[in-house]
């Protein structure tokens, strides 16, 4: 532990669009999906798909669509969705992760704070993988282990019990308004990243990572 007095004990990291610009290939993946069902996709309606989960992401984009399908069909289509983004993955590599997310991230370790992940995504471990921080946190709570996708902070609870400490030791970086109610809910201090989580009640409001080492560390 190093000397440097910190506001938190830990911080629990959104994945897609915060640490990886993931969240536009999620954006593309859906937008494939939506222009060969004829269905009206756009940036806005894409910021509220953030944070949540593949299958209520879907109901959101279907409420633009004229006709209905059924639950055998809603699961085809996300399994499309996630085909053309898993396939889009591939390239994904070290050099995709930010300097400046790089350099927060290991001088927030280097102060000695827990450092975890709270997706909502499923192939959240296998994007740490393929950018070179599958061994960097300290935990990760992601799609495969909840019940509930943001708003609910289940993910984040769980964050923080994995790394042994309580919502109001740790602060949750996040760049979806889902995200934000979540880590509120939960009892988190929230700090949002960027035009979709902004003017949703976080305590910080931020543009780039590199502004947390102001927020956090004193
Ligand atoms: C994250 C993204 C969402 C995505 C969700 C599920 O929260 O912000 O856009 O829908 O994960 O991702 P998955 O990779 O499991 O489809
Ligand atoms: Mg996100």
Same mark, same amino acid.
């Given at each position: 532990?190093?000397?440097?007095?910190?506001?938190?004990?830990?911080?629990?990291?959104?994945?897609?669009?915060?640490?990886?610009?993931?969240?536009?290939?999620?954006?593309?993946?859906?937008?494939?999906?939506?222009?060969?069902?004829?269905?009206?996709?756009?940036?806005?309606?894409?910021?509220?798909?953030?944070?949540?989960?593949?299958?209520?992401?879907?109901?959101?984009?279907?409420?633009?669509?004229?006709?209905?399908?059924?639950?055998?069909?809603?699961?085809?289509?996300?399994?499309?969705?996630?085909?053309?983004?898993?396939?889009?993955?591939?390239?994904?590599? $070290?050099?995709?992760? #930010?300097?400046?997310?790089?350099?927060? &991230?290991?001088? +927030?370790?280097?102060?000695? @704070? =827990?450092?975890?992940?709270?997706?909502?995504?499923?192939?959240?471990?296998?994007?740490?993988?393929?950018?070179?921080?599958?061994?960097?946190?300290?935990?990760?709570?992601?799609?495969?282990?909840?019940?509930?996708?943001?708003?609910?902070?289940?993910?984040?609870?769980?964050?923080?019990?994995?790394?042994?400490?309580?919502?109001?030791?740790?602060?949750?970086?996040?760049?979806?308004?889902?995200?934000?109610?979540?880590?509120?809910?939960?009892?988190?201090?929230?700090?949002?990243?960027?035009?979709?989580? $902004?003017?949703?009640? #976080?305590?910080?409001?931020?543009?780039? &990572?590199?502004? +947390?080492?102001?927020?956090? @560390? =004193?």
């Amino acid at each position: 532990m190093s000397d440097i007095s910190a506001l938190f004990k830990g911080v629990i990291f959104d994945l897609d669009g915060v640490i990886v610009h993931t969240d536009t290939l999620h954006y593309k993946a859906w937008k494939s999906v939506a222009d060969r069902l004829s269905i009206p996709f756009d940036e806005e309606v894409n910021d509220r798909l953030r944070g949540v989960s593949r299958g209520e992401s879907l109901e959101i984009i279907l409420e633009q669509s004229k006709r209905r399908y059924d639950g055998a069909q809603k699961e085809r289509l996300c399994t499309e969705k996630n085909g053309i983004y898993v396939d889009s993955l591939a390239s994904l590599s $070290a050099l995709d992760v #930010a300097a400046e997310v790089s350099d927060t &991230l290991k001088l +927030l370790k280097g102060a000695g @704070l =827990k450092l975890a992940v709270g997706s909502s995504s499923k192939n959240a471990k296998t994007i740490l993988s393929r950018i070179g921080l599958a061994d960097f946190f300290d935990a990760v709570s992601d799609g495969t282990n909840i019940q509930r996708t943001k708003p609910d902070p289940e993910v984040f609870l769980k964050a923080a019990a994995m790394i042994g400490l309580k919502p109001s030791e740790c602060a949750v970086v996040e760049d979806a308004a889902a995200g934000i109610e979540a880590a509120i809910n939960g009892g988190f201090t929230a700090i949002a990243i960027g035009g979709a989580a $902004a003017s949703n009640g #976080a305590r910080f409001n931020i543009k780039s &990572l590199s502004e +947390l080492q102001k927020i956090i @560390l =004193k």
